[in-house]
């Protein structure tokens, strides 16, 4: 079965450092997703993205953040300088078409800020 | 602002009794509410999605219904393998997003 791809699995980095998280979502599906999950807490919603450009996106999603498809293939979420609070599992997700909402996720990104 | 409740938050089970998991929801205009299982340290997995009260779906073990404001998943029978968080979420017509619950762990011992 067709699966969403992250990587790395684990990313170590200091505070002030950018990172970029990288997905591959399933081929056919036009629907990009990132959310996070804080150790103990709700998985949350980041942002969107459809067509080349961000559909919509939560507060959390502040100027640190960006995404991109740089090719037909990647997804990105990249944090400019990052916080200890940026410390959380990444997870990337995409869905099909406007009519089909179920998401497939990836096994996430450990993100840990020092 | 969507909100998603989920009770209780933690549920251990003897394998073979069965138990119903609670998701109450408030959202404005409901476009689905979705189940997800998320196993430790792994991302969601896709069970259901409901779309208008009185709806049923099943899987196995699993059978979820809706009413207009909650959501239960029955686990009927479980076995060890059914140990997981249960996640329920909720996606408001015009939006992209889901908003999720902070989940039940479910625990079935043999």
């Known amino acids: 079965e067709p699966e969403v791809t992250q990587t790395p699995s684990h990313q170590v980095t200091q505070m002030g450092q950018e990172v970029i998280l990288r997905c591959v979502p399933i081929?056919?599906?036009?629907?990009f997703y990132w959310y996070r999950q804080i150790l103990g807490q709700k998985v949350e919603f980041l942002v969107s993205?459809?067509?080349?450009?961000?559909?919509?996106k939560s507060e959390i999603f502040d100027d640190q953040f960006s995404v991109e498809r740089p090719d037909g293939s990647n997804f990105t979420l990249k944090i400019r300088s990052t916080k200890l609070e940026d410390s959380a599992m990444y997870f990337c997700a995409s869905r099909p078409d406007r009519g089909n909402e179920k998401l497939f996720f990836g096994s996430g990104t450990q993100l840990s800020v020092l | 602002e969507d909100q998603v409740t989920q009770s209780p938050e933690a549920l251990r089970l003897q394998e073979g009794e069965s138990s119903s998991l609670n998701c109450s929801y408030t959202?404005?205009?409901?476009?689905?509410l979705f189940w997800y299982r998320q196993d430790p340290g792994k991302g969601p997995e896709f069970l259901f999605t409901?779309?208008?009260a009185g709806e049923e779906k099943e899987k196995e073990r699993l059978k979820a219904t809706l009413t207009k404001k909650e959501s239960f998943l029955h686990i009927t029978a479980p076995k060890p393998e059914d140990s997981a968080t249960y996640l329920c979420?909720?996606?408001?017509?015009?939006?992209?997003?889901?908003?999720f619950g902070a989940g039940t762990t479910v625990t079935v011992r043999a």
């Open positions: 409901l779309y208008s």
């Open positions: 959202v404005s205009g409901l476009r689905g």
């Open positions: 993205f459809y067509n080349n450009e961000i559909s919509e």
């Open positions: 081929s056919n599906h036009l629907y």
């Open positions: 979420a909720v996606q408001a017509r015009g939006d992209y997003k889901l908003s």
